[in-house]
């Protein structure tokens, strides 16, 4: 039996009876892995201490809730309105999305993209024809297919373009914090070899980049105006994602400087890409530096938004659930 005729006969067990309660049982699973991550967090930061860094006064929690909500929620409402003209979606759809974004960040990358690949091949009963295998590579130098042809096709490309994205605010930004002195900061911060290390690192990354850019006729397989929209679109996502999470940082502690925490965003999302271990504590450190006297503080808030993002991923899984079972 070949990989492609496995693959079909995947699927199709998948809409047996069996098939349907392995899932059921699957996402139970899931959910109770993410939920033992939040309850372990909570019990390292401890309840006093979240609680008491988050901002209390009704305005500034008002804000600092909305934008950390809105930050979170940037990820799958931007993939909803990428795909959903060319799977045709409903709203409630989005919620393979929460999914999507949840194992993302709590499994492994690209999880979700597998997630979001299967639910694809299910949701539109494509099977996998040995014959005539999905394309999933290289337009050349045509033009192209249209998206919604092929998921395999559709979920590959976006990945693409959101990595592309991602890398080029995080470069932009890059450049940005070292106009407002991020050199001093991470001198001071970091250990020289380490730095040399990431330095080299995110070469190598923007380096790849433009090795794709250069081979897209051979990497890309939709139509160039479907690859645009979808990179503005993330665009859109990464920079609003970082705008709100700047924001929802200086509610909670305005007593930080606004060149400060536009430093510290910056440098997290370059540490975020680096080849680097223990990036949070690296971040961490950073933090510290950049904080001076406030750096107890920050460091409680970094804590706190860490263990709030896995309640959210807890939040969304369980709405996901809720909006499946409403369809």
């Known amino acids: ?147 919604g042809v092929s998921i395999f096709a559709d979920v590959k490309d976006v990945a693409i373009t959101s990595g592309l994205a991602g890398n080029l605010f995080t470069f932009a930004m890059l450049l940005a914090a070292l106009a407002m002195g991020a050199a001093d900061a991470l001198g001071t911060a970091l250990d020289p070899a380490l730095l040399q290390r990431g330095a080299l690192g995110f070469a190598a990354l923007i380096a790849l980049n433009i090795v794709i850019l250069f081979n897209r ?43 400060a925490w536009l430093l510290l965003g910056a440098m997290r999302l370059v540490i975020a890409r680096l080849p680097l271990p223990n990036k949070q504590l690296l971040f961490a450190a950073l933090a510290v530096s950049l904080a001076s006297e406030s750096a107890p503080a920050v460091a409680a808030l970094m804590a706190a938004q860490g263990v709030l993002t896995l309640a959210l991923h807890s939040l969304s899984w369980l709405a996901a659930e809720l909006i499946e079972r409403k369809r």
């Open 217 to 259: 006729g051979r990497l890309f397989s939709l139509e160039r105006p479907a690859n645009t929209r979808s990179f503005a679109l993330h665009m859109g996502r990464v920079a609003t994602s970082h705008a709100l999470l700047l924001v929802s940082w200086v509610a909670a502690l305005p007593m930080v400087g606004l060149s």
């Open 1 to 147: 039996m070949t990989l492609w005729q496995r693959l079909e006969a995947a699927r199709s067990w998948t809409t047996t009876p069996a098939g349907r309660r392995t899932g059921q049982v699957i996402s139970v699973i899931l959910s109770l892995f993410i939920l033992s991550l939040l309850l372990r967090a909570i019990a390292q930061v401890g309840w006093p201490s979240l609680i008491a860094v988050l901002p209390s006064a009704p305005l500034a929690a008002t804000v600092f809730w909305l934008a950390f909500i809105g930050q979170y929620l940037a990820q799958p409402v931007f993939d909803w309105l990428i795909f959903h003209r060319w799977w045709q979606l409903r709203l409630s759809e989005i919620s393979v999305f929460l999914r999507k974004h949840a194992l993302n960040e709590t499994l492994f990358a690209y999880a979700g993209e597998g997630w979001l690949l299967a639910w694809g091949a299910q949701r539109s009963g494509i099977p996998f024809n040995p014959e005539n295998p999905p394309r999933i590579a290289g337009r050349g130098q045509g033009p192209g297919i249209a998206p």
